[in-house]
Antibody, heavy 122, light 107 residues
Framework: QPQLVQSGGEMRKPGASVKVSCRAS????????ISWVRQAPGQGLEWMGW????????NFAQKFQDRVTMTTDTSTNTAYMELRSLTYDDTAIYYC???????????????WGQGTLVTVSA | DVEMTQSPLSLSASVGDRITITCQAS??????LNWYQQRPGKAPKLLIN???NLETGVPSRFSGSRSGTEFTFTINNLQPEDMATYYC?????????FGGGTKVDVK
């Protein structure tokens, strides 16, 4: 069955960058897209953006457009999300999730990775 | 952006009860609405797509429906393992947006 396994928790200082990985298994990686969603402590879900794992096409939420990069490595079936210029408000659990189709981000998300806690602290 | 207004914020019910959660979209999103369950400390899990289509393996006590821009999620015969936070999510347009969540406590 399809599965996404994310990298471990990270701690960064304000102004730094963090890169989270998401390794896929159990399905053909390039046949689907990957969305990234974050959840601040005790808060709801916030979509950050999407990458087409076949051709690398991306679409970001406007809020993150200037400081997020999303990439994929089809040789290792891994997606990456890098967030730059971190602030305390970026402390959150970051999830990757498989999109139901490859050509668009407008779909449902299933399955999800286990989440990666990113803590921004001085 | 499409705003999803979810209610109630939380509820408490007993085993065997029927509960209902509502999501109101700020514009017509047709059937493009999903429901997720997030148990404490876990990642969200897709339960229903396209407003009413139950995912394979999801118990039939879960259901969803649509009336215009209002979407309803129902759990019949509530079970202890249903204690979780439930989220709606629209996918009619980008950015994908979620409701604020409903925390369900099982007495």
């Amino acid at each position: 069955q399809p599965q996404l396994v994310q990298s471990g928790g990270e701690m960064r200082k304000p102004g730094a960058s963090v890169k989270v990985s998401c390794r896929a298994s159990g399905y053909t990686f390039s046949n689907y897209g990957i969305s990234w969603v974050r959840q601040a402590p005790g808060q709801g879900l916030e979509w950050m953006g999407w990458i087409n794992a076949y051709n690398g096409k991306i679409n970001f939420a406007q809020k993150f457009q200037d400081r997020v990069t999303m990439t994929t490595d089809t040789s290792t079936n891994t997606a990456y999300m890098e967030l730059r210029s971190l602030t305390y408000d970026d402390t959150a659990i970051y999830y990757c999730a498989r999109c139901a189709v490859v050509v668009t981000a407008t779909t449902w998300l299933d399955p999800w990775g286990q989440g990666t806690l990113v803590t921004v602290s001085a | 952006d499409v705003e999803m207004t979810q209610s109630p914020l939380s509820l408490s019910a007993s085993v065997g009860d029927r509960i209902t959660i509502t999501c109101q979209a700020s514009q017509d999103i047709f059937i493009y609405l999903n429901w997720y369950q997030q148990r404490p400390g876990k990642a969200p899990k897709l339960l229903i797509n396209d407003a009413s289509n139950l995912e394979t393996g999801v118990p039939s006590r879960f259901s969803g429906s649509r009336s215009g821009t209002e979407f309803t999620f129902t759990i019949n015969n509530l079970q202890p393992e249903d204690m979780a936070t439930y989220y709606c999510q629209q996918y009619d347009s980008l950015p994908l947006t979620f409701g604020g969540g409903t925390k369900v406590d099982v007495k």
